[in-house]
């Protein structure tokens, strides 16, 4: 597997050779559109929204307290990571500026649906800030076998992606539901986990305006080489509904079997109705318009 960069790109061509084979993809131009685009700096962020907070580990900063240390980061002494805003609850004004966020080719996406809405799946669209030498804590999945798009606003960030079928080479923490390893790929220890010596990693770089498609079941992690700030939303859709399903199922038992099962069906039955709302090309509230401000 390659990481392939392309400027311009018809969704026919994105659906047949990157969502359903699940190869990753960087879409250099997809973003040229946006109002926000060439203008995204820390200083711009300091003016926009210098005072919304957010929570890391239990103590609350505001973003220009997030930048300030991003500023400071050094490999040797990184900032805390992942420092993240929730955009439609703290920055929904950031919409007008990253608009279309699904970029017409993040689509259809069943997260948007009511039914999922209701039931808190998947992730919201968030806002990441890191600074010179942060990286991700460990190489991971997203939660639920959920597609990721990651763009950059600012900065430069290393990206590590490892193609499918490499699971036993990662060694994935299925104590605590198998979605992150239990190495450190940045500085791994071969005598703890020999079999990652086998692991083939791609790494490449992800620059302002760039968005990157990682699709599910792709294992990756980031690493910051500048002071960055990036966006990140996750995909369902019916190529990986199947693998969502068993998920939720299997990140419900904590809860106990009979929750579990109820909620997976209930998750089977959503992706029934988004499945034939597709057939009939209903159109779905996109979450750029929904939050946005007034």
């Known amino acids: 597997m390659e990481i392939i960069r392309k400027a311009d790109i018809s969704y026919e061509d994105f659906i047949n050779n990157h969502l359903k084979p699940g190869i990753p993809l960087i879409f250099t131009n997809a973003t040229k559109n946006w109002k926000g685009i060439g203008q995204f700096s820390f200083e711009w962020f300091n003016e926009k929204f210098g005072e919304r907070k957010t929570v890391f580990e239990g103590k609350e900063y505001t973003m220009r307290e997030v930048i300030a ?3 400071q980061s050094t490999p040797e002494n990184p900032s805390p990571y992942p420092m993240l805003f929730k955009v439609p609850q703290i920055l929904p004004e950031l919409y007008d500026y990253i608009h279309p966020i699904d970029l017409s080719y993040a689509i259809p996406n069943w997260l948007e649906s009511p039914f999922f809405k209701k039931g808190h799946w998947g992730y919201e ?3 990441f800030i890191g600074g010179k030498g942060v990286k991700f804590p460990y190489v991971h999945l997203d939660y639920y076998h959920l597609s990721a798009w990651v763009t950059m606003l600012y900065g430069q960030k290393e990206i590590t992606v490892f193609p499918r079928g490499q699971d036993p ?4 923490d299925y104590a605590n539901g198998g979605w992150k390893s239990k190495l450190n790929i940045y500085d791994p ?3 703890k986990y020999p ?3 086998k692991a083939t990693p791609i790494t490449f770089i992800l620059n302002p305006g760039e968005t990157l498609y990682i699709p599910f079941g792709i294992w990756h ?3 910051s080489i500048t002071p960055s700030v990036s966006i990140a939303f996750d995909q369902l859709s019916s190529v990986n509904a199947t693998a969502f399903v068993k998920d939720v199922y299997k990140l419900k038992k904590k809860f106990g079997k009979a929750k579990a ?3 997976a069906v209930y998750a089977w039955l959503c992706c029934q109705v988004c499945r034939i709302s597709d057939v009939f090309g209903v159109k779905r509230t996109i979450l750029s318009e929904k939050y946005r401000t007034k």
């Open 221 to 223: 992690s980031a690493h």
């Open 69 to 71: 240390l991003a500023e």
């Open 261 to 263: 099962f109820a909620t």
């Open 189 to 191: 220890d071969y005598e």
């Open 195 to 197: 079999e990652f010596r």
């Open 169 to 172: 080479y990662l060694y994935p």
């Open 125 to 127: 669209t968030e806002l």
